[in-house]
């Protein structure tokens, strides 16, 4: 007999979250209604190919490969998006707020790109839009950020935002593989977006801290606004060179309220290698949140994969199907922003350098670096050169780092050495964070 009290629960997508999201489900279903007294069916679920072979068994008739019966089942007052991507997910996440269906989505792009649109049309309809799974899986963030610390002004956010990036630079580090394998071993686990270049050049981190900054911050800040910088560059030299000056590489989210600004930014940078955030490993994510009342609070967990965003969509679906059932109205969007937000230009961000330098080794080189670091005010902290080149047309890295130094003189410096005659390489330079 179907339970007609229960709510109706439709699943767009049976992908790598969509099949988590059945099985927790599956398990779970009779303890949810014992420990927060709701009742939850799954009633729809669409797929991209009804006769493919899947990990959970369903029945068949559940099963559909029209997302539009889902949204449009009468008896379905939930729907969960997990197809990822902006188109349909975007429309039929509409078509279903637009009728007062709840929402739960774990697409970070889709809200990065169309949040507002779809912030607007739940407010419009008293439909509820949750998304506690696209800003680090299984880590409940958001809700540490709406509940846990509401009554903090939020100083600062240092974060491991993106599993897949810190996988490979982990094993980078710890001394495995190369880059495409170990690429290919975080798309094969569910870590990888399905464009991984979103991953690799710090897109997908820098949505997730825009998100982020909405709901800490209060302000509109749009992906596209944060200053990026992805690992494609990152060399083992790099990695080498960093463990010898103490730090250890990793591609951080950092944003600060610097009185009315925002300073944003997604980038690779040297942090102690004693520091927490850097011996988070492999796909794990962690956020380090400053908040005046609370100080300093590290949420550490896996932040992609199939069970743990399954999760935190599960544990979204929870809250709104409670909220249905005791009429309770959730309160208004953390992401409907208060003001917009005020970017420091990147020019005026300051921080501590990494160079390297690849340079003939002739006496007279480091002087001629020197001058144009002293030209520019940039105040040098140390210098490595490790052996000689054997002729005289050979080339070593030369390393050096920096103590504070405004971005824009960084930037002017660099390109005048880079066209010095005694540097045969573009130059590498990583921000150094002392955390
Ligand atoms: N592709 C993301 C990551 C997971 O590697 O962290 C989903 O946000």
Known sequence: MPNTDAIGVGLLGMGVVGSGVVRLLQERTAHFRKV?????????????????????????????????????????????????????????????????????????????????????????????????????????????LTDGLVANRIQSIYGILNGTTNYILTRMTDGGGDFEEMLGQAQEKGYAEADPTMDIDGTDAAQKLALLCRIAFRVDLSHQQILKEGIAQTSPLDIDFARELGYTIKLLGIAKAVED?????????????????????????????????????????RGAGQLPTASAVVSDLLDLAEHRLTGRTPGPSPLAALQEAVPIPPDEIETSFYCRFTVYDRPGVLARIACIFSEERISIATVIQHGRSETAEGTVPLIMTTHEAREAAMRRAVAKIDRLPIITEKSRIIRIEEL
């Open 261 to 301: 600004r925002i300073e944003a930014r997604v980038h690779p940078a040297l942090i102690p290698s004693d520091a927490l955030l850097a011996n988070i490993k492999d796909e794990f994510n962690a956020v380090e949140i400053v908040g005046n009342a609370v100080g300093p609070q590290v949420f550490y967990g």
């Open 36 to 144: 927060r007294g709701v009742d939850l069916a799954l009633r729809r679920v669409a797929v991209h190919d009804l006769s493919k072979p899947r990990s959970v068994e369903l029945p068949k008739a559940l099963l559909t490969d029209r997302a539009e019966d889902v949204v449009d089942d009468p008896e379905v007052q939930i729907v969960i998006e997990v197809i990822g991507g902006i188109d349909p997910a975007r429309s039929l996440c509409l078509r279903a707020l637009k009728v007062g269906k709840d929402v739960v989505t774990a697409n970070k792009a889709l809200l990065a790109e169309q949040g507002g649109d779809l912030f607007r049309a739940a407010a419009q309809h008293s439909a509820h839009l949750a998304f506690e799974a696209s800003v680090c899986g299984g880590i409940p963030i958001i809700r540490a």
